[in-house]
Nanobody, 125 residues
Framework: QVQLVESGGGLVQAGGSLRLSCAAS????????MAWFRQAPGKEREFVAA????????YHADPVKGRFTISRDNAKNTVYLQMNSLKPEDTAVYYC??????????????????WGQGTQVTVSS
């Protein structure tokens, strides 16, 4: 398994931007389908975005389409989440997750083999 460490969270005003990074240890990062999830207080963890092993295919949840972009750099063992036009409802702890090989059920929390510790994103109005 890879070990995942997120960074880049913080406090930002509505309309602002942040870029989250998730650094993976190990030499098998390119074998992992990667995703970002988020969890707001009192709510279940929800899918945000996912990216294929090569990075050529991406998926974004409807609430973030057109505002967030997932990408990866396999040479750097890192996956990113660029978040623009942030809204207060984007406030949550953001987690990156990896699924060895990938699955069509990429929106499901249970499909993922490894998780980072999370990074807090707070959007003020």
């Amino acid at each position: 398994q890879v070990q995942l460490v997120e960074s880049g969270g913080g406090l930002v005003q509505a309309g602002g931007s942040l870029r989250l990074s998730c650094a993976a240890s190990g030499r098998t990062f390119s074998s992992y389908f990667m995703a970002w999830f988020r969890q707001a207080p009192g709510k279940e963890r929800e899918f945000v975005a996912a990216i294929s092993l090569s990075g050529r295919t991406t998926y974004h949840a409807d609430p973030v389409k057109g505002r967030f972009t997932i990408s990866r750099d396999n040479a750097k063992n890192t996956v990113y989440l660029q978040m623009n036009s942030l809204k207060p409802e984007d406030t949550a702890v953001y987690y990156c997750a990896g699924d060895l090989g990938g699955s069509s059920r990429y929106t499901r929390v249970g499909e993922y083999d490894c998780w980072g510790q999370g990074t807090q994103v707070t959007v003020s109005s």
